[in-house]
């Protein structure tokens, strides 16, 4: 079986700052990982996704994501925080399997202060 | 392109009464997704089709749950009869393919039971 841990439920950053947002995999197959982010009262929309291949993967809005097989992390990070950032991210595992399904992580609320 | 649809965005009714949730997903798209989201948690999986067949819906309460996609395009979910546990955000969300890694997620609707 497959699951996220999400450590953090509230992360609050300086603009300007570095974000960090931590997620943990556990999968009994190569997974592969995704970030989302929504934004309030908006559906999910992708940031990046790990496949195969190079493991440092770049998204939109200047959000990367590294994928550490033998930390099973797949941490999220933007080297400077803007306002716009604020909003509620997802960390999420597929087996790329049969049915593809999406299991997700509880969220990370992140603030950004100016 | 236009994007996954959904309405109503949002509703309010007491238990015991029914709802349905109307989704219509991105043109071309095989694949479709109902997800609940609960406040504090991420999206659950509900039912995914393959055109107008089940893939999976081992998570779907289907004493009170349905959902079809009779033509394999728009997509109902309906709850009948509601309960205060099924106040939660139902997304819905769509992929060309089964296997396609990247899927797109409507707004929701936001459910309120009282």
């Known amino acids: ?114 | 392109e236009a994007g996954v649809a959904q309405s109503p965005r949002y509703k309010i009714i007491e238990k015991r009464q029914s709802v349905a949730f109307w989704c219509n997903p991105i043109s071309g798209h095989a694949t479709l997704y109902w997800y609940q989201q609960i406040l504090g948690q991420g999206p659950k999986l509900l039912i995914q089709f393959q055109n107008n067949g089940v893939v999976d819906d081992s998570q779907l309460p289907k004493d009170r749950f349905s959902a079809e996609r009779l033509k394999g395009v728009d997509s109902t979910l309906k709850i009948q009869p509601a309960k205060l546990e099924d106040s939660a955000v139902y997304l819905c969300a769509s992929s060309l393919a089964l296997t396609s890694e990247n899927k797109y997620f409507g707004p929701g609707t936001r459910l309120t039971v009282t």
């Open chain 1, 1 to 114: 079986a497959q699951s996220v841990t999400q450590l953090g439920s509230h992360v609050s950053v300086s603009e300007g700052a570095l974000v960090l947002l931590r997620c943990n995999y556990s999968s009994s197959v190569p997974p592969y990982l995704f970030w989302y982010v929504q934004y309030p009262n908006q559906g999910l929309q992708l940031l990046l996704k790990y496949t195969t291949g190079a493991t440092l993967v770049k998204g939109i809005n200047g959000f990367e994501a590294e994928f550490k097989k033998s930390e099973t992390s797949f941490h999220l990070t933007k080297p400077s925080a803007h306002m716009s950032d604020a909003a509620e991210y997802f960390c999420a595992v597929s087996d790329g399997g049969a049915t593809n399904k999406l299991i997700f992580g509880t969220g990370t609320l992140l603030a950004v202060q100016p």
